[in-house]
């Protein structure tokens, strides 16, 4: 099975030290972030999770990486990694510590109907690699404002149709569409239809988080 998210023993105890550690108050945080005090609270306290959009907001204004509020410093090396060869499974030509077996991702379930399963068998500061699942009606922002942050974007869609919203374009993508820009650009992601779609998605950062 997939390795679960917990934001009760995760993701909460992160946020509460990276905010601290810059010595911001919840209300000081969401004023900056544009939230309300209370989300903020929720999901330090592990009863709420944020959308993608928030989640992107958190880690540029604490100035840490996703993948260090998402799964923590110690997550280089995940119950997915692989650690040697497996026996029975016949020979294996990668190198130890390269692959992510497909049972046994880092999964999250955020706000707004979409899941991220992490597709790198360790952490990694510039680079998000996921498989993103847009549930029906799912999109990328309970806000419904979009998207920016640094670094540059790219996404295939594997099945399902998603409406990709990025400056003033609107883009229908379907199976086998792909999409490439800079993230500072405003975006949003929506499922219009009432499938699931499933995307690829990359987004290279332009300088590493401070966690």
């Keep these: 099975m997939s390795a679960g998210f917990d934001p009760g023993t ?3 105890p992160r946020l509460r ?5 810059r010595q911001l108050s919840v209300r000081e945080l969401a004023r900056r972030i544009g939230c309300s005090a209370s989300l903020i609270s929720q999901i330090e306290r592990g009863v709420s999770v944020p959308s993608v959009g928030v989640l992107y907001s958190l880690a540029a204004e604490l100035d840490c990486s996703l993948d260090y509020l998402l799964f923590g410093a110690d997550s280089r090396r995940p119950s997915g990694a692989v650690a040697g060869p497996d026996p029975g499974s016949g020979p294996v030509s990668a190198a130890p510590g390269i692959v992510q077996r497909a049972g046994c991702r880092n999964i999250i379930d955020l706000a707004s109907g979409v ?5 790198t068998p360790g952490a990694d500061a510039m680079t998000d690699f996921l498989e993103v699942i847009y549930s029906p009606g799912g999109h990328s922002t309970d806000e419904r404002r979009p998207l920016r942050h640094d670094g540059h974007e790219y996404g295939l869609v594997i099945s399902g149709t998603l409406q990709a919203n990025v400056g003033f ?4 993508l379907g199976p086998g569409d792909s999409i490439a820009f800079d993230s500072a650009t405003p975006h949003e992601y929506l499922n219009k239809t009432g499938d ?3 995307a690829i998605w ?3 950062h332009s300088e590493p988080g401070r966690a």
């Excluded at 030290?17 to 550690?21: K, N």
Aim: proline residues 4%; glycine residues 8%; negative net charge.
């Design 196 to 198: 699931p779609v499933h």
């Design 10 to 12: 995760g993701l909460g």
């Design 115 to 119: 899941r991220w399963e992490r597709l």
């Design 169 to 172: 374009e609107s883009y229908e």
């Design 202 to 204: 990359v987004v290279v």
């Design 17 to 21: 030290l990276a905010r601290e550690e």
